[in-house]
């Protein structure tokens, strides 16, 4: 059973620091890309950043690019997201999630997710 | 940026009805475009991928159409455990990955 268990999430203050870790089981974590999205309770979906296991492309959303930085570590199974410069707009549940694509660099449909870990950045 | 354009942002359904949900792209996109669902305080679940293409395990009343700039999910026979919210998502941008603002589907 593929599981995505994100952690290092919790309450922060403006211009602060922190990690994020997803650690994956269940499936060959090498062979996927990997994604984070976050979304503000009660609101929509944001695309934050992903990792892509072709040439490792890395991309980011204009919002965060600058101050956010993903990473992988395949030996342990885990995605990863510093976030520095927090600012309270970051406040967000974030997700891990699955690339669909199997060994492709990425098709960019997310096929499994975790269960979210909370920042909260006070001013 | 490609912006999605989900509507209606909600609706009101009865079980057993059928319902459409509709999400335009503001330039083309192929049939890069995928549905989730999501349920209150869970992760979102892949319902459709390139548009028309069902996720595994999910139930056949759900179905996606279109290509370029329209696109339509469909839920026939409306079950009591759809009642949630759902979002389109464009993946034709490489680095710009972009979600509709969502729809929310609630019981008459």
Redesign the interface.
Known sequence: EVQLVESGGGPVKSGGSLRLSCAASGFTFSSFSM?W?RQVPGK????VS?FSIGRN?I?Y??SVKGRFTISRDNVKNSLYLQMNSLRPEDTAVY?CARD?GYAVA??????N????TLVTVSS | DIQMTQSPSSVSASVGDRVTITCRASQGISTWLAWYQQKPGKAPKLLIYAASSLQSGVPSRFSGSGSGTDFTLTITNLQPEDFATYYCQQANSLSRITFGQGTRLEIK
């Open positions: 994604s999205v929509g979906l944001e695309w992903s492309y991309f959303a204009d997700y669909k990425g098709t960019w449909y997310f096929d997710w975790g269960q979210g």
